[in-house]
């Protein structure tokens, strides 16, 4: 019952708050053998919003317009193997609805336009440096950056992107000397991993709070987590998917110091947590969008985004992290 009240205070707090999702597309320049960052940002703002399609979706936002409020809290958006920054369109909207700026990138050579280095090791070291870069990019040559309170940052990651989001928050994955991906492998990062020197990985302190749904955990062990200090909402799904198991999401709950705020969901698979599929991406993407008959995805969003949106509120605000 608590819980139940709680969650109807936050939203109705939300609803009195509410604004329309502004929508701008960012890109982050490349710096020597550093890729650009292409993206979008989803913010408050005061325009009625209309029907803008990206790619395959159709987004209800106010394309550029100017950004309402201050001291605006930030969450950064990770998407999993060869996704893109619109995997999680509805979760950005919603939380830019309630006031927060969302920032959302594609991972260079790990994502639907570029798929070049899906399956090399790279990947997993240089993935939480983008989301380091992203947060520089919010808080420093983002034309808005002065509306942002860089004390109350978060970071939403899914798959790949849990992986990349619990490693940014200060978890250290163990690789090994026999990596599989580095098998037959000559470069410079895989000679590293042969001669058993870890790889040093980006830890970010400025995040403050992380949701993470169906993390890929197969490099972290239950030493991993110690310097995981911050609240932590896990999701996880029934069914797995993706080279994600429901054992592997599972197993970690465990091993982190501060006990995370778990939610196990019903019927669902792995994909579950992206956006409902638009007709036109259900064609291109089926093993993406089909879920089971006993599920429901449009309306596990309408629970599953208001939940995001209150661990997000109860973490990231200026009571919780004076100045």
Request: glycine share 8%; net charge negative.
């Amino acid at each position: 019952m608590f819980r139940f009240s709680f969650l109807f205070a936050a939203l109705c707090l939300a609803a009195s708050l509410a604004h329309a999702a502004g929508f701008r597309l960012i890109e982050i320049p490349g710096s020597g053998s550093l890729q650009p960052l292409n993206g979008a940002v989803w913010y408050p703002c005061n325009q009625t919003p209309g029907d803008e399609k990206v790619g395959p979706f159709v987004l209800s936002v106010a394309k550029d317009c100017p950004v309402t409020g201050e001291k605006l809290p930030l969450v950064v958006i990770s998407h999993g193997r060869g996704g893109t920054f619109l995997d999680h369109n509805d979760t950005a909207e919603a939380l830019a609805d309630a006031g927060f700026v969302v920032a959302a990138i594609n991972h260079p050579g790990d994502n639907a336009m570029d798929n070049t280095r899906t399956n090399d090791f790279s990947v997993f070291v240089e993935r939480p440096a983008d989301i380091k870069r992203l947060i520089d990019f919010m808080l420093g040559s983002w034309p808005a950056a002065a509306r942002i309170n860089a004390n109350d940052i978060g970071i939403f990651g899914f798959s790949r992107g849990g992986y990349t989001g619990l490693v940014a928050a200060g978890a250290n994955p163990y690789f090994g000397k026999s990596l599989r991906l580095c098998d037959g492998v000559d470069t410079p990062l895989c000679d590293q991993v042969h001669k058993g020197e870890l790889p040093e990985l980006v830890h970010d302190p400025r995040i403050k709070a992380a949701v993470i749904a169906d993390p890929v955990s197969i490099f972290f062990t239950k030493d991993s987590f110690s310097n995981v200090k911050i609240p932590v909402q896990l999701w996880r799904s029934e069914l797995g998917g993706g080279g994600v198991t429901p054992e592997s999401v599972a197993n970690i709950v465990g091993e982190m110091p501060t006990k995370p705020d778990v939610h196990f969901v019903p019927h669902s698979q792995h994909f579950s947590f992206m956006t409902p599929c638009s007709v036109e991406f259900m064609q291109s993407a089926r093993e993406i969008c089909a879920d089971r008959a006993d599920f429901d995805r449009i309306s596990f969003h309408k629970v599953f985004n208001p939940e995001v949106l209150v661990f997000f509120r109860q973490y990231l605000t200026d009571t919780h992290n004076p100045e």
